[in-house]
């Protein structure tokens, strides 16, 4: 027999963390690995733009290092030590570094500040992008409280977003889409 998707356990707002702890649905921790499984969701749709099959191909690793990372991120940390999550190991970190290193070596010197446009293939890059950062930013703010973080999970999401924004510029460059340069507006006197 199927399981229900719908359980009834958090209708008042509390939640579990992996390992039987409680917690509100606003807990930090919440925020964190909801905003890395929106990321994850924004990685689906950057794939469905992706025409280069390695780039997909790496993306779909990205979404299951996502998962590690939410795994991680969804544990309490009481019991985390007791249960067996899978880990980020340094080797994905450095497979990140190689992509931005390889996607790089066929760009232009970056000169000047970005627009985020030009294609959706481009823009959706940049908005997961930004989810990324705004995941590594709750990470942040859990470690400043205290809350355990494995230093692994921050160091994926600032590395990922690094490699997002290099895509997107890969991407333009692969589909001969022009780069949208910030032009900031000149003060006159």
Not at 64 to 84: H, T, W
Request: hydrophobic residues 40%.
């Amino acid at each position: 027999m199927a399981f229900k998707i719908y359980t009834k356990t958090g209708d008042k707002g509390k939640t579990s963390l992996i390992g039987g702890a409680k917690v509100s649905k606003s807990h930090i921790r919440i925020d964190a690995y909801g905003t890395v499984d929106e990321l994850n969701a924004y990685l689906g749709l950057v794939i469905d733009y992706q025409t280069h099959t390695g780039t997909r191909a790496l993306l779909q690793t990205i979404q299951d290092r996502l998962f590690v990372v939410g795994a991680s991120l969804a544990s309490d940390p009481e019991k985390e030590q007791k249960m067996s999550i899978p880990d980020l190991l340094p080797e994905d970190i450095q497979q990140l570094e190689q992509a931005i290193d390889n996607m790089e070596a066929s760009l232009e010197p970056l000169k000047y500040f970005l627009l985020p446009g030009g294609h959706v293939a481009v823009s959706t890059c940049h908005i997961a992008r930004t989810v990324c950062r705004r995941a590594e930013r709750l990470c942040v703010a859990m470690q400043e409280a205290g809350q355990l973080v494995v230093p692994e999970v921050l160091q994926y999401l600032n590395r990922l977003s690094d490699y997002l924004f290099v895509l997107a510029r890969f991407t333009s460059f692969q589909l001969g889409v022009a780069e949208i340069p910030w032009r900031p507006r000149k003060r006159e006197d």
